[in-house]
Nanobody, 124 residues
Framework: QVQLVESGGGLVQAGGSLRLSCAAS????????MGWFRQAPGKEREFVAA??????STYYADSVKGRFTISRDKDTVYLQMNMLKPEDTAVYYC???????????????????WGQGTQVTVSS
């Protein structure tokens, strides 16, 4: 079992930046493909970004491309969010995919473990 903990959310003005972090308690994330998703009130949880276990490949939703950057080290996955917009307001979740299982990085059901989420609010 992998327990993921997100941090770094908060309230920011439009155009500002935040950096989210995701770490696993008592376990390294180095062997997992990792993703960030978000869910706004009344909407479905949607894909934001993903990074391969090796860190060699990254993927982004069109809505955040050029503004958000996903990265990782051995134990933590980051989401650097720049030029934030009010429509980025959501609860952000990190998720882990165990290698060896089927994987489609935009698909919520591909991920085996989820964090509790961190709120990001962007004011206009």
């Amino acid at each position: 079992q992998v327990q993921l903990v997100e941090s770094g959310g908060g309230l920011v003005q439009a155009g500002g930046s935040l950096r989210l972090s995701c770490a696993a308690s008592a376990r390294t994330l180095s062997t997992y493909n990792m993703g960030w998703f978000r869910q706004a009130p009344g909407k479905e949880r949607e894909f934001v970004a993903a990074i391969a276990w090796s860190g060699g490949s990254t993927y982004y939703a069109d809505s955040v491309k050029g503004r958000f950057t996903i990265s990782r080290d051995k134990d933590t996955v980051y989401l650097q969010m720049n030029m934030l917009k009010p429509e980025d307001t959501a609860v952000y979740y990190c998720a882990a995919h165990a290698r060896g299982r089927p994987y489609a990085y935009t698909n919520r059901s591909s991920y085996n473990y989820w964090g509790q989420g961190t709120q990001v609010t962007v004011s206009s």
